[in-house]
Every structure is written in C-alpha cells, then in structure tokens.
C-alpha cells in the first residue's frame, strides 16, 4: 500500500507551536547535551494532545550554520530521543546548503532516528536558480527519502519566492511534500497561500506575530521562538487564538510588545536575545557561538524588564 505522506503529516501537525530550538553550548564550545534535554523535556511537559508543542531542531536559532555535521547529528539525536512518540519532532536538513549529497545523507539520518518531518531550504541562498531546477532538486531528494518534507519559503533569506503554481506543482507530483513553513512580506499572500492551497500541504506560519490571522483559517501551526522561555503563556495564546478568544490574544500580544520591540531592533542575530531570555527563566540558554556576541548590557537590562512585564518568574 502507498504511504500517503500528506495525511501522515494533517494528522500529525494540527494547532501546533513548533518551538524553534535553540543550541546550548558550554563555555569551551561544547554541545551542553544535558542542557538541551533539559529544555527540550521542559517543552514536552508544557505540550498537550490538543496544542501540542512540536520541536524543530537544529534550524536558524539552533546556530545551525556554525556546527559541523556530526554536531548537527548528535543535537537532532537528542532531540529525537527525548520527544519522538510524545511531541511532533522536525528535523531542520541542512539551511540552504544547497548541496544535495549532504542534504540526502542528513536526510537519511534524521528518518532513521524517526523523525516525523524534515524541513529543508531551497538551495538558492548562493545561487539564483531557474525554478525548474529547485524544482528537479527537491524532487531528487524525495526520490532519496521516505519521510515528509517541510519546505522553506523565505523570500528575504533565500532569494527566491516559491509562488502558488510553484508549490502546487510540488505538492501534486511529490509525494513527500507535506508542508511548507512560510513567511512572505505583509498578510496578502499568507492569506492566498491558504486559500489556494491549505486543502492540499499544510501551509505552517513563520512568523508567531501572524499565527492570529493564520491559524484560523486554516494553518496547522506555527513557528514560535517566545516557546523557548514562555511556553506556559504562548500555550494561553495559542488556546486562545483557536478557541477565537480575542481579548486574551489582545492581552497576551500587548505583554509582549516590549520583548518583540527590543527583538526587533537585533533582528539579524535572534539566538542573542534568545539565549539570554532562556537563561533569566532558569532554562539552558548558554553560550553562544563566533561569530554571534552576547547580549550587551543595556539590553540585558531591557530584556529583563520585559521578561518581568510578562510576569515570568526570574532566576
């Protein structure tokens, strides 16, 4: 019998925060592995059967880009280990490598360990392309693999927009296509994404702030990095948000104006004011790693006033 990917997949990813996990690292450069359980457990035990807290390993803010392949290996291990069976767990391939050899051998590795999806970037961060040959690259990779494949549709990191007919081309001839993490400009193509094509793959919001608008129409889930040191109050608003209880999304965005002011105005380097949140709720934010600096000062100070506007308890 065929597998059918794609139900596999609605099954699996319904009202989801995927929280975008960070990387722990000691102060010599290790992987702080009991850190990460550490966290990752946290998350698993905020998560429930109805607004499940999926995991995604070894994405952006896991500083992905500055580990080697055994680290990203070891960090998705751990991951699996600790969730598979209990969580949603995705594996983030590699991010816009483009080398399809590498991107296959991870692949492999990730649905070995059981893996429920992996998420993988087109291979157009370098490069630019012609679409037919993205598309004959994800095809090849499917034809590599037996596990649903989340793609990434990040104009602004990736220099290329997979339109509607492009994905719709991808989600019909590619089984394993089951769902796209997507984060255009503006409200306007999020809203004719799902209408175009939320029956066919799910289309997961990139952006927490858009999870309001998305969500109820349609999106099974959507990317959160506030999980990572909040996960009590983003499972309010994520219950809030599909129970359409307005003013509790209201109540809970206004609290956290001030973190997303201050997240804002470091927007290239997200893992910097991550790690520092996580370490002030007792979680293993840890060290960060070169070229990445730690949070000065003043915005020590400015997160931590945040933090207390959210009414988390500090450490």
């Known amino acids: 019998m065929t597998r059918n990917y794609k139900e596999d997949y609605r099954r699996l990813a319904r009202n989801v925060c995927w929280a975008t996990l960070t990387t722990p690292f000691k102060e010599n ?74 991107t296959a051998e991870m692949a492999h590795y990730c ?6 999806a992996i998420n993988v970037a087109p291979p157009s961060y370098y490069f630019h392309p012609e ?11 499917a034809d590599e693999v037996e596990v649903g494949i989340v793609i990434y549709n990040l104009a602004a990191r990736f220099n290329f927009y997979m339109d509607v007919a492009f994905i719709r081309r991808l989600a019909e001839e590619i089984p394993q296509i089951v769902g796209m993490k997507h984060a255009p400009t503006g409200l306007d193509k999020r809203l004719e994404m799902l209408r175009e094509l939320g029956d066919i793959i799910g289309v997961i919001e990139g952006a927490e702030a858009y999870a309001p608008y998305t969500l109820p ?3 099974p889930g959507y990317m959160s990095s506030s999980v990572l040191f909040a996960p009590d109050l983003i ?8 129970e359409k209880d307005q003013e509790t999304v209201q109540e809970i965005n206004q609290k956290f104006q001030a973190y997303r002011s201050l997240q804002a105005r470091i927007p290239a380097q997200p ?45």
């Open 131 to 141: 679409p037919e040959g993205i598309f004959q690259w994800f095809k090849a990779l």
């Open 111 to 116: 649905q070995e360990l059981g893996a429920d």
């Open 217 to 219: 129409l349609g999106s």
């Open 271 to 315: 893992p910097i004011v991550l790690k520092a949140a996580m370490d002030m709720v007792g979680l293993a934010g840890g060290y960060l790693r070169l070229p990445l600096q730690p949070l000065g000062k003043t915005h020590r100070r400015e997160l931590h006033l945040a933090l207390v506007e959210l009414g988390l308890e500090l450490v």
């Open 235 to 242: 499972q309010r608003w994520t219950r809030a948000i599909v």
């Open 29 to 102: 450069g290790e992987v702080d592995e009991i850190g990460l359980r550490k966290n990752v457990q946290a998350y698993i035990d905020k998560s429930t059967s109805e607004y499940p807290i999926g995991l995604q390993a070894c994405g952006t803010y896991g500083e992905s880009l500055y580990m080697t392949d055994d680290e990203r290996k070891r960090v998705t291990r751990i991951t699996l280990e600790e969730g598979r069976g209990k969580v949603p767990v995705a594996a983030v391939v590699l991010n816009g490598d483009g080398c399809l050899k590498r």
